[in-house]
């Protein structure tokens, strides 16, 4: 099964003194993928029940990335459990592999800010995709 795949420029914006990507930018890119990939699946967090709060990011810089490098952002499902998921991401620039990372987005419930059950539909999705 092929990763969902979404390309973005970097922009100036990103990027830091040094005419790279800043460490903490990629991370707009990983949650840019991630919103569209969800979407995909008809699973946007806007149609969803409870809150979503990301409880572990990490990313591997493997490459430099510049302004207005065109990436992909490809997309693929790590770990489903009962409160939690992890996405896993590999950015590339014309096929260079630049950035991996993973973020886990648990789901809570807004009143009591404890963890809650994914949403079935949700969870069924992610598992479908599961490598």
Do not use: N, W
Not at 1 to 25: C, K, N, W
Not at 84 to 108: D, H, M, N, Q
């Amino acid at each position: 099964m092929q990763p969902f795949v979404l390309e973005s420029r970097v922009r100036f914006v990103d990027t830091d003194a040094s005419g790279r990507i800043h460490y903490t930018a990629l991370f707009r890119h990983f949650e840019a993928a991630e919103f569209e990939f969800l979407r995909s699946l008809g699973c946007s967090y806007h149609t969803l029940e409870g809150g979503y709060p990301r409880v572990h990011v990490e990313c591997d810089y493997l490459s430099a990335l510049r302004s207005d490098d065109l990436i992909a952002t490809a997309v693929t499902v790590d770990r489903v459990g009962g409160t939690s998921f992890t996405l896993a991401y590999s950015v590339s620039v014309e096929e260079r592999p630049a950035a991996k990372g993973k973020i886990t987005v648990v789901c809570i419930d807004p009143a009591t800010q404890r963890p809650r059950p994914l949403p079935e539909r949700l969870s069924e999705a992610l598992k479908h995709l599961k490598l």
